[in-house]
């Protein structure tokens, strides 16, 4: 997947929608081997990479969590 791909995905969703990306085609995406809480450059980008696109970002750090967008329901 392409950061152009992510794009597409992301303003389509439905409004409240949310969309989960494997934490490691993500960091790919932006550059990053992994993420982490530590790189906090890297999660600044996604975010506001996110709200370029009407959406939220989140990414918590433990095993089994997947980093998630969610679409803004107020436009």
Known sequence: MTK???AQKLDHLDPGASLAIPEDVLAQMFG???LS?????ALR???EFALEHRCT?????HEG????????DVF
Not at 65 to 72: G, I, L, N, T, V
């Open 4 to 6: 152009e791909d992510l």
């Open 32 to 34: 990053e081997v992994t």
């Open 37 to 41: 809480y530590g790189s906090q450059e």
């Open 45 to 47: 980008r996604i975010a």
């Open 57 to 61: 970002f989140a990414f918590h750090e």
């Open 65 to 72: 969590a997947a980093p998630c967008f969610q679409k803004d």
